[in-house]
């Protein structure tokens, strides 16, 4: 059983910072591609970012130069950096992972954390 614990949402003030973390437990043997989606009230869930195990990262227009991407791949965490938050990045925040148990690739979610940013 694999689980994604997302952690780190909360209210900020338009401007203000927050950092997430998505901790993946269980019978996990590798992961591979980890990535940040949202989803804000009455819109689909839209990408913001993602990394591989290699540390190569690609981001959503709509945050570049704000949020950040990385990984520690002896704690199986993915963390997301983001600055100058703005009232449209108010969503529910998922985590995303490839992750190999034995000989069997598969995608997992986390829960989602909420973000909500006050103009």
């Known amino acids: 059983q694999v689980q994604l614990v997302e952690s780190g949402g909360g209210l900020v003030q338009a401007g203000g910072s927050l950092r997430l973390s998505c901790a993946a437990s269980?019978?996990?043997?590798?992961?591979?591609?980890m990535a940040w989606y949202r989803q804000a009230p009455g819109k689909e869930r839209e990408f913001v970012g993602t990394i591989t195990s290699g540390g190569s990262t690609n981001s959503a227009d709509s945050v570049k130069g704000r949020f950040t991407i990385s990984r520690d791949n002896a704690k199986n965490t993915v963390y997301l950096q983001m600055n100058s938050l703005k009232p449209e990045d108010t969503a529910v925040y998922y985590c995303y992972a490839d992750i190999r148990i034995g000989g069997r690739l598969g995608g997992y979610w986390g829960q989602g954390t909420q973000v909500t940013v006050s103009s």
């Open positions: 269980g019978s996990v043997f590798s992961i591979g591609v």
